[in-house]
């Protein structure tokens, strides 16, 4: 049976499946390096955003211009040549190749591939954060302010959890851009999803069957993240909904949201 | 009326053009080449194409009496590229192999030079199984050296480059422990050259018949047969009248057109 389903889709099917199959072990493998770099980038730049973001929505100038030339630096240029830079670049110089640093970190493609991704995406959530710390109604400043609330107290119990909530649409792009950047890494020999598909090109010179493999799980995956996020935005952004969208409350199970 | 006569003179107009550009597609030979793999293909700093490659393209195109235009290709989308008739041939120092045969069809060859090793000079590297097992061995992803490496040294850690320049220049700096690839590319483009001084040839000469086939020939779509044909016989004219021995020499101190 399952020789005759082999013979079928090696005589009828217009791409080699078969081929792709017996890959699909390495694909997995791909899928894995893309979540692993695109996950730890998104909370390494994520955590390094929120105090940048706090500057940049601050009134201190001496710390607002260098975190400004950060983001505008790292929003202005592409990422394949924020990559290159770090790996291609860093390597060239004699003096770095002896710092401590080299051996385990910048030696490794992987490493600087998270570097680039997380100052990168540290770049541009901070711009969104802060974008969304500025927006924050007033009422409720004013509020804390004659609860007694201390400036640091403010901006930890009312500012940012609220900033956070009102972020969480558009960050959900940020993670999806990212997803997407990630792609970078196989252009400095890391075997993420897309490398994979590069490899099997290389290999049997196969254009279609590595890019269409790639090109549906990276779909696969842009779809789990996106309806992550809707299932976060209806929990966390609740409160800005109409009531009555609050008080019915959706049936059992997810048949109910809105996907 | 008017309106008509328009649109009468333009259809016209458009006809007349549309057929001078398929005239001159005619008389044009579409080269697709590579340009990073010096000796036989480089770019010049100001963009234009140099090499062994590019001079028997432009005599091949000499002897065929047709106008040359060469189209810069990576080298991993080389054999789309041709199916999709970006251009008509490829002349960038491809093996001809099975694994190509199935999908484009090549002329003889027209030069055949053994795969080596190159390594830091002294570093005691064995090319056996064991001892390139985990060695981080670089190499240019799709080519022929990918298959061999694959096959012959299935416990060896391949990093895989889009192109040869950046191989060497990852050996360079000690980011693999050996690099695989054709001896001539490793002998002019990296160790003749000041980046290369402290490396060298290790463990001779590489063949595996299945993986590096022939040589090195010209690919053609399937159903070109005419061209290749033509492109067999300008090979053959330019050994027989010395154009290739001319530009040979300008290369390499031997005949490499091999056996």
Not at chain 1, 43 to 53: E, M, Q, R, T
Not at chain 2, 123 to 130: M, V, Y
Request: aromatic share 12%; glycine share 8%; hydrophobic share 45%.
């Amino acid at each position: 049976m399952a020789e005759s389903i082999v013979k079928f889709l090696e005589t009828w099917s217009p791409i080699d499946i078969v081929l792709i199959a017996q890959n699909f072990d390495r694909f997995l493998w791909g899928a894995l390096t893309t979540l692993e770099l695109t996950i730890i980038s998104l909370l390494v730049g994520g955590i390094l955003s929120i105090p940048l973001a706090i500057i940049r929505a601050g009134n201190n100038k001496i710390l607002n211009a260098p975190v400004w030339l950060f983001t505008y630096v790292f929003r202005g240029t592409p990422l394949l040549v924020q990559t290159y830079l770090i790996y291609y670049g860093l390597g060239q110089f004699e003096w770095i190749r002896e710092t401590f640093l080299w051996g385990p970190v910048l030696s490794q493609a992987w490493y600087c591939a998270l570097i680039a991704f997380s100052l990168n995406t540290a770049a541009y959530t901070a711009e969104l954060l802060r974008g969304s710390i500025v927006n924050t109604s007033r009422g409720e400043i004013e509020a804390a302010k004659a609860c007694g609330f201390s400036r640091a107290m403010r901006m930890r119990r009312i500012v940012l959890p609220s900033a956070f909530r009102r972020a969480l649409p558009a960050y959900s792009n940020e993670v999806i851009f990212m997803l997407h950047g990630s792609v970078v890494a196989s252009t400095i020999t890391i075997q993420d999803l897309l490398g994979v598909g590069r490899w099997l090109n290389g290999r049997y010179y196969l254009a279609y069957e590595g890019f269409i493999t790639a090109a549906v799980l990276y779909f696969i995956i842009v779809l789990l993240v996106s309806r992550g996020f809707r299932l976060w935005e209806k929990h966390w952004l609740a409160h800005l909904y109409p009531q009555d969208a609050v008080k019915t409350k959706p049936k059992k199970g997810l048949a109910s949201f809105r996907i | 009326m008017k309106f008509r006569k328009l649109i009468t003179s333009l259809t016209a107009a458009a006809l007349m053009l549309g057929m001078a550009g398929l005239s001159a597609q005619a008389a044009d030979l579409r080269v697709g080449v590579e340009g990073a793999y010096p000796p036989f293909s480089w770019k010049e700093s100001d963009g234009t194409l140099k090499g062994f490659d590019i001079e028997i393209a432009e005599a091949v195109c000499a002897e065929l009496k047709r106008k040359c235009v060469l189209v810069e290709q990576d080298w991993d989308g080389m054999i789309p590229a041709l199916l999709a008739r970006k251009f008509d041939t490829i002349i960038a120092s491809m093996s001809i192999t099975e694994e190509r045969k199935k999908r484009v069809d090549f002329s003889d060859k027209y030069y055949n030079t053994p795969a080596k090793f190159v390594a830091k000079k002294g570093s005691g590297l064995k090319i056996t199984t064991a001892g390139l097992k985990g060695k981080r061995i670089g190499l240019q992803r799709g080519t022929t050296h990918q298959c061999f490496m694959e096959k012959m040294f299935p416990e060896a850690e391949l990093v895989l480059y889009g192109t040869q320049d950046e191989v060497f220049q990852d050996l360079t700096i000690g980011r693999i422990d050996a690099q695989f690839s054709d001896s001539i590319a490793a002998d002019d483009g990296f160790l003749k050259t000041d980046a290369g001084k402290d490396f060298e040839f290790t463990g001779g000469d590489q063949h595996d018949e299945a993986c590096h086939g022939p040589g090195a020939g010209m690919a053609v779509r399937k159903a070109d047969t005419k061209l290749r044909d033509e492109l067999n016989a300008a090979i053959k004219a330019l050994r027989d009248n010395g154009t290739y021995q001319k530009i040979n020499a300008k290369y390499f101190d031997f005949d490499i057109f091999g056996g």
